[in-house]
């Protein structure tokens, strides 16, 4: 029997490669990211293991090439990832670097999830996951804009919840604290070692989705337990 079919966009690199990667057993992988060669890579690297994906290169702050790329995808679940961050005081902040974060960490929301949750409310079934961040509920000095897109991920996500779910769709969204990868633009050497792994967030959206079908998570936290880093095994 054919394996449902599990959307992952920014599965390129960081969280969502480890997404798809920690999916792929369950599912066929749809992996969406601007990348073409990465997401080759990692496509590879799925069916090297046995599993399945497909590769969209596809810029998903282009509602056009969304619709173009995503209409009408049959996709069980639908795990909207990508997200970019520019820290920097609003004074500094060009139009290109606003624009780019609210293109991609909200707007890219609304036609992603437009794609294929039409065919999940026909099929009365689905699961669409959102990774959003710790900075959705709380504020500092050179967040405006993303935290300002993070604060709107909680509200787009329960809303829908309240729309779909008598309709058979699950909505959750998992908010991790730090993690290494190179998000921003960091080195994920830079994260000291006390960082969660991308792998951590992987497991906690597989988590999400593993749960009864009468059963919804809808909202997580992930975090590092602690930022002194851990003394190496073995140690004293
Ligand atoms: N790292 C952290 O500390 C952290 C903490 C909390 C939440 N998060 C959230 O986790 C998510 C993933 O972050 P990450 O740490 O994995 O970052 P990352 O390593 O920078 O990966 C970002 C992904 O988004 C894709 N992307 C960027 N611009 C795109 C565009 N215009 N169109 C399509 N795809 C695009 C990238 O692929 P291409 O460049 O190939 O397009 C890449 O696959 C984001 O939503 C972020 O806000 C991260």
Redesign the pocket.
Same mark, same amino acid.
Do not use: M
């Given at each position: 029997m054919a394996k449902p079919i599990a959307l992952v966009? +920014?599965?390129? $690199? !960081?969280? !969502?490669?480890?997404i798809a990667g920690r999916l792929a057993p369950d599912y066929e992988i749809v992996a969406?990211? $601007?990348?073409a060669p &990465? %997401?080759d890579r990692l496509a590879s690297d799925i069916r090297a293991g046995g599993g399945t994906c497909t590769p969209v290169p596809? &810029? %998903?702050? &282009?509602s056009t090439a969304i619709a173009r790329a995503l209409n009408g995808l049959e996709a069980d679940v639908l795990v909207n990832?990508? +997200?970019?961050?520019v820290m920097k005081p609003l004074l500094e902040m060009t139009p290109e670097e606003w624009h $780019?974060q609210v &293109? %991609?960490?909200f707007n890219?929301l609304y036609h992603v999830t437009r794609a294929v949750l039409p065919g999940m409310v026909s099929r009365r079934r689905g699961h669409v996951v959102i990774?959003?961040?710790?900075?959705g509920r709380s504020t500092y000095a050179g967040g405006t804009a993303?935290t300002g897109t993070?604060h709107a991920v909680m509200a787009f996500a329960e809303c829908l919840l309240l729309e779909v779910r008598d309709q058979g769709v699950k909505v959750s969204v998992v908010?991790? +604290?730090?993690?290494?990868?190179?998000? +921003? !633009?960091?080195d994920p050497a830079s994260?000291g070692g006390w960082? %969660?792994r991308?792998e951590d967030?992987a497991e906690t959206v597989a988590f999400a989705l593993s749960t009864p079908p009468n059963v919804l998570v809808h909202r997580v936290e992930v975090r590092a337990l602690s930022k002194v880093k851990p003394a190496p095994a073995g140690g004293p």
């Open positions: 966009t +920014g599965a390129s $690199r !960081g969280i !969502g490669r480890a969406a990211a $601007r990348s &990465d %997401l596809v &810029d %998903l702050t &282009d990832n990508a +997200g970019v961050g $780019r &293109d %991609l960490n890219a990774v959003g961040s710790i900075s993303y993070k908010n991790p +604290g730090s993690v290494a990868t190179e998000f +921003g !633009g960091s994260k960082a %969660l991308a967030v």
